[in-house]
């Protein structure tokens, strides 16, 4: 699963606007050829701006599934 995927679900789950930040998508593209490390950096900044954002993020960095999207096929 790519990194943009992840971050395309993560958006999709979280309950709040994040319409603004939509402009990532096409950021993240570009640093998928970043480390890991790097992005740590960058979503840091983003953390207290995009809350749960940012803990889903990292849950799906961290290559844990989520099991709905597995159990329905969506």
Same mark, same amino acid.
């Given at each position: &699963? $790519?990194?943009?995927?992840?971050? !395309?679900?993560?958006?999709?789950?979280?309950?709040?606007?994040?319409?603004?930040?939509?402009?990532?998508?096409?950021?993240? @593209?570009?640093?998928? #050829?970043?480390?890991?490390? #790097? @992005?740590?950096? &960058?979503?840091?900044?983003?953390? #207290?701006?995009?809350?749960?954002?940012?803990?889903? #993020? !990292?849950?799906?960095?961290?290559?844990?599934?989520?099991?709905?999207? $597995? $159990?329905?096929?969506?």
């Amino acid at each position: &699963i $790519s990194f943009a995927y992840c971050v !395309n679900e993560c958006i999709r789950h979280v309950d709040i606007d994040l319409s603004w930040v939509f402009n990532l998508n096409a950021f993240v @593209l570009d640093v998928e #050829l970043l480390s890991l490390k #790097l @992005l740590d950096i &960058i979503f840091d900044e983003y953390r #207290l701006v995009l809350g749960s954002f940012s803990i889903v #993020l !990292n849950r799906c960095r961290f290559g844990i599934n989520d099991e709905r999207h $597995s $159990s329905d096929g969506t």
